[in-house]
Structures are given as C-alpha cells and as structure tokens.
T-cell receptor
C-alpha cells in the first residue's frame, strides 16, 4: 500500500526565516510526486510535479527537491502570505489516482 | 476560480438522510476524482470516473455511490448518513496530469447532525 508521511505537522516561522518541509513516501513504482498548497476552506492548488531523483523545481520562494525516498519543500525568506497547508501526494504504478499525505500547516508571522 | 465547480458549498443534514453532491469538471477534462477530507484522515481518494465510466475505486463506503453523465458532470450520492461522514468533499479533474496535476474545486462541506 502506498504511504505518504509529512513532517512536521505544523510549523511556525517568522517572516524571512527559511525552513524545509519533508515528505517521505513508500510506493511501488513512483510515477510522480506532487506538491499542493491549500488555504483554509479552499481546494488544494497545484504547485509542482517531480519525477525522478535529483530533480528540482522552483516557484517564487518555493523550491521542491526529490530523492528516492523523500521530497523536500524549501521555503526561502517566507512572507505571511505563504501561510497555508502544504500537501504532498504520490502517483504510483499505472494509475492516475494520487495518494496524499496529511499535510504540514505553515504559519508565517510578520 | 479553478474551473471546477462544486455545489452546494455547504450542506447540513440529519443522520440517516441521503444527499447528492455535484461537480462540473474543467472544460475539456474527461477525468473526475472524488476525495473526502477530514481533520484526522487527510485527503482520502473515493472514486474516479473517466468519460462516463468508473476507472478506479478507493476507500469508498457501500453507502456512497457516484456517476458521471454524458455532459461529464459528476454526482456523488451519500446515503444513510452517519455523524462520521461529516467532512469536506472535493472533486478534481485533470487533462494533463503530468504537467498540471489535478485541478480541485472549492469543495462541499457536509455536516451531519
């Protein structure tokens, strides 16, 4: 069974204080690892897809990396508007369904 | 607006009742996915339809059923509702999963009292 574990469950940062979120996974035949951002009361919003170990993708203050067992979402000099829950998901085998982790709730204080 | 429309946004109903949640996918997307999100379980996959046919099933209870119609909108039917069914229900659609992932709707918040 595919498993996705995210840590920490919650993270509080000061504005400008960089940090990383972790997503570790156990799947048979990883086809893609996805990062989403979810604001309260809204649907998840797509951020990145990573496919192979060593791959990196960036968007503004966010950078996602992938190894064979985990992915990191690095947040550089975060701002209060980066506060949200960040979800990690995996696509495995020949399926298009995604298995999600429980997310990391990020709060950035001014 | 993501392009995926879900109605209603909020639903309050009593135990034992039946409700129907509706989803219109983004224009051109053939696949529709239903997910349930609760505080303790996170996002759980329920069921997928592709162009009117059931394609994959997840942890969907027998009391729940879904269908996708010829115009590609989908409905999720929840019956004999229990308190534990209270959750956010999301619909997502995808055209190019590789590059754009799923596009989620804004969800239906179901409260069973």
């Amino acid at each position: 069974e595919d498993q996705v574990t995210q840590s920490p469950e919650a993270l509080r940062l000061q504005e400008g204080e960089s940090s990383s979120l972790n997503c570790s996974y156990t799947v048979s035949g990883l086809r893609g690892l996805f990062w989403y951002r979810q604001d309260p009361g809204k649907g998840p919003e797509f951020l990145f897809t990573l496919y192979s170990a060593g791959e990196e993708k960036e968007k503004e203050r966010l950078k996602a990396t992938l190894t064979k067992k985990e992915s990191f979402l690095h947040i550089t000099a975060p701002k209060p508007e980066d506060s949200a829950t960040y979800l990690c998901a995996v696509q495995a085998g020949g399926y298009s369904t995604l298995t999600f982790g429980k997310g990391t709730m990020l709060l950035v204080s001014p | 607006d993501s392009g995926v429309t879900q109605t209603p946004k909020h639903l309050i109903t009593a135990t034992g009742q039946r409700v129907t949640l509706r989803c219109s996918p983004r224009s051109g997307d053939l696949s529709v996915y239903w997910y349930q999100q609760s505080l303790d379980q996170g996002l759980q996959f329920l069921i997928q339809y592709y162009n009117g046919e059931e394609r994959a099933k997840g942890n969907i209870l027998e009391r729940f059923s879904a269908q996708q119609f010829p115009d590609l909108h989908s409905e999720l039917n929840l019956s004999s509702l229990e308190l534990g069914d209270s959750a956010l229900y999301f619909c997502a659609s995808t055209g190019d999963l590789t590059n754009y992932g799923y596009t989620f709707g804004s969800g239906t918040r179901l409260t069973v009292v």
